[in-house]
């Protein structure tokens, strides 16, 4: 006995079975996703690296510190490598406890 060909209905059921499939695996990778993004979003930055200390008016730098503890808080901001060079250069004191400029390479 030969078999018959699957009708039209039965080939839009199948059509069915495997998009609700495809569908709920989808909603899954949505869900990954989701998942991901909100434990990035809650991991905290990394402190800086290199913070420049301001004066109490917040128009002169005062010195340059590397990662310590005290690092001129509550009036230090945060800079980047280049700038803390850049601050070095232009004469702003390296912390004497910290020493920023041997850690940049700028003795």
């Known amino acids: 006995m030969a078999e ?27 869900e990954q996703e989701e998942d991901r993004a909100l434990r990035a979003a809650h991991v905290p930055p990394p ?26 808080a509550p009036r230090a901001k945060p800079i980047s490598r280049e700038q803390a060079l850049a601050a070095l250069a232009a004469h702003v004191e390296p912390c004497t406890i910290c020493r920023p400029h041997r850690d940049l390479g700028a003795l």
């Open 47 to 72: 402190p800086p690296e290199w913070k420049i200390e301001m004066s109490r008016g917040g128009r002169h730098a005062i010195a340059v510190h590397a990662d310590c503890t005290h690092g001129g």
């Open 4 to 30: 018959r060909p699957p009708s039209r209905l039965e080939l839009l059921r199948f059509l069915e079975r495997v998009q609700l499939q495809q569908l709920q695996q989808t909603k899954r990778w949505l």
